[in-house]
């Protein structure tokens, strides 16, 4: 079996046939044994015209698309591992108009297909984070969201933070491993559970001056806490810049490929994806092939945990407080 696609042209002349895509993954996903996915018997008749396979036990019909993210999709599957391809290979992303150009689909397809890719990257993390801990906050987006007249008021009035959406961000300084939380406020309790949540009380803290991680600070084995507005950006060799300089990537991720257009309900995609290819660039991506990318994201899809949620198109346009205007179906990134 091929693993490795150096361009995407490789990728495409390979998947030239759908038989050929829906091999692979059946491979991938079963060794090419058949497992019902609703009762786990391997016991199956093949049906031949459409592709699928007949459960002998339970008498279900299933093909090797069932709970991943292909499911219910009519998108080839060669076409999938394109938008794969395309969206994972890039630290700057690809919007859906680009990846439905590129591979023939609406925007609107292209759109859910990329949802679906992100939900992939989110990299789950459990283990806590330890060492020197950068931290800081970050203001984005929100311009471009429908907002009532009375907060837009508000946020003509305010400055600066008003109005936008906080982005939490933690840096392992050893490792270079991020993590972003968007928040729907910031206070000292909402930054209190993510740092208890995620870092290590053995770790050495790093912060601007901000009075919101004073009390927390005192959880851990130490606090710096730099002064900004006194131009104190480092103190013993504690500095913050990790995170600070990942924030500017991340700024420019959202400005670049998606036009500042992320709408603030679906933030946290966008910040998973990034964050994904921010931690695998440095730790694994580069120790394999760069060109073995989706077959580490196809792994991803068939992992058990993944496999019980996929992301469906209606839930994905709920969230969007405005879901049921019909112009604000249509979203552009
Ligand atoms: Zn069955």
Redesign the pocket.
Known sequence: MLEEFKTIKDLEKYFSTEDTARQYLENYRWLNNPV?P????RYYYILRTVKQYC?K????NYSVRVGTIFDNSAVPLSKWFTAIFLLSNDRRSMSSVQVGEWIGVTQKTAWFMNHRIRTMMNTNNVELMEGIIQMDELYTGGKKDKVSKSRKEKMIAGSGSVGKIPVIGIAETETGKKRYFVSDEVTAGSIESIIINNVSKDSILVTDGSPLYTTVGKEFNNHIALNHSKNEFGKDGYHSNDIEGSFRHFRGYLDGTYKGMVRSWHLQKYANEFIYKNNRREKVVLALSKAKKPAVILKTILTPENLKKVLRYRDLVRLNPNHNRKWDLQEAC
């Open positions: 019902c609703k009762c786990g018997s459960c036990t339970c008498r279900k």
